[in-house]
């Protein structure tokens, strides 16, 4: 199957910083990467979609200011959380789909932890 | 608006043990259902699309069945190493084909 790389893996950082995660679709283009948000044992809440080339469509109560989210390629999208708070730590998770394909493929996720 | 239930919550089955794990949804035009895998920690694993109800598709110990209100998600004897949480997602023909998930089902299976 395709494979989507996330990096980093985990990060932590203090309060106030910003933090950027990167996706790669590594074997195929992705045209539309989306990014989602997991909290323990719940399942994934959809924080935005973005089509390279164009402005990300955020969900209804993600603030775009603070979610930064860039798809300058076919193969690369970035999130970068903006002046972290601990309230954003949390396991994130992005996903690409291909031309073709209604099914996504995942990242291994970023494990954010803010102190 | 689209929505995605699972059931149950979770589920603990001894090794050898099959049964089915739920999933309901309500979807404007259904693009596709979809079943994932995902380990703790780890995003979530690809298993199965299904596009119309009466599909049914099989991997391993796994066998997936759509109707028109819900899928199942069948384990045949499962092993320890088939314990994980079981994510359904649907995709419809409105929102921008957003997919959307269940909450999940997690499995654990003990020896």
């Not at chain 1, 603070?66 to 972290?84: G, P, R």
């Not at chain 1, 730590?89 to 996720?109: D, H, P, T």
């Amino acid at each position: 199957g395709a494979v989507v790389s996330q990096h980093p893996s985990w990060v932590i950082c203090k309060s106030g910083t910003s933090v950027k995660i990167e996706c790669r679709s590594l074997d195929f283009q992705a045209t539309t990467m989306f990014w989602y948000r997991q909290f323990p044992k719940q399942s994934l809440m959809l924080m935005a979609t973005s089509n390279e080339g164009s402005k990300a469509t955020y969900e209804q109560g993600v603030e775009k200011d603070k979610f930064l989210i860039n798809h300058a390629s076919l193969t690369l999208s970035t999130l970068t959380v903006t002046s972290a708070h601990p309230e954003d730590s949390s396991f994130y998770i992005c996903s690409a789909r291909g031309m073709l394909n209604e099914k996504l493929f995942f990242g291994s996720g970023t494990q954010l932890s803010v102190l | 608006e689209d929505q995605v239930t699972q059931s149950p919550e979770a589920l603990r089955l001894q090794e050898g043990e099959s049964s089915s794990l739920n999933c309901s949804y309500t979807v404007s035009g259904l693009r596709g259902l979809f079943w994932y895998r995902q380990d703790p920690g780890k995003g979530p694993e690809f298993l199965f699309t299904l596009y119309s109800a009466g599909e049914e598709k099989e991997k391993e110990r796994l066998k997936a069945t759509l109707t028109k209100k819900e899928s199942f998600l069948h384990i045949t004897a499962p092993k320890p190493e088939d314990s994980a949480t079981y994510l359904c997602a649907v995709q419809g023909n409105t929102g921008g084909f957003k997919t959307i998930f269940g909450a999940g089902t997690r499995l654990f299976v003990k020896a």
